[in-house]
């Protein structure tokens, strides 16, 4: 069950975004819920070389403060408003250092909730939404950053390939499955197998154990990317959310991700759980 659940309450024009999907959650799932906001501290060495003076070092250590003091103000009472338990967090990390301490504090909840970056966003959210991944060993929810709506399950997409970090999202998304109105279970082929299609109808038949009403669907991709496929599907579909597994590793503090994993986390368009 996710009781415990922690955000990150990005200080950019997304924060609030991300901030009122996750309060649905919590709202939805009768849960603690803890805003982090990431106040970044200047790298004075970094800083150094490119001949800030200590008056714009400071200065700049002020707008973050004062950006990420105003993201948690209004979370604590957007959560007031909503009714639900909660508390609000301030980060302070300098950018080398914050997605891999956001990801350890992570570890410490049933449940991540992360924007999606931007177009023009900052590099590292996309490192936060990374760690967060890797490091945690929790699973996570990205929010689309065109995201308007409150979390909503009435169609359940999940994406099966039988792999191992497909079969951790699915076991970790089961509270979230246990409320959904429909699920979809789709498999993404090269070409027609018996094999392909004995995998998807066995995890829909475990589903169906729990008591879930499933649906079983395997599309072959032809020409496209596997993410294509899968976002297009859920778009004809009109999934509200999808499950998938996070694929990669981490190597030397750097995260190595596989190819639909990296596409899907830059062109998803609807929320998404990841587990790895």
Known sequence: MFKDIIVNLSAGKSGKMVGDYAISVASRLEAHITGIAI???PNIQRA????LSVEKIEALQRDNEAAAETIVEWFAAATASAGISAEKRILRAN???????????ARRFDLAIVGQVEPDGSPVQAMVCESTL???????IIVPYIQTAPLKLDRIMVCWDGSRPAARAIA?????????GTIEVVSVTSERGKQDEIEGADIGHHLARHGLKVEVTRITRGELDVEDVLLSHAAD???DFMVMGGYGHSRLREFVLGGVTRSMLRT?????LMSH
């Open 95 to 105: 950018m080398s250092d914050a997605a891999d301490q956001f990801g350890r504090i």
């Open 237 to 239: 579909s009109d999934a």
């Open 134 to 140: 890797f490091e945690s060993g929790r699973p996570m």
């Open 172 to 180: 970790d998304a089961m509270p979230l499955l246990k409320r959904a």
């Open 268 to 272: 998803m368009t609807v929320p998404t």
């Open 39 to 41: 106040a970044f501290v």
């Open 48 to 51: 150094g070389t490119a001949y």
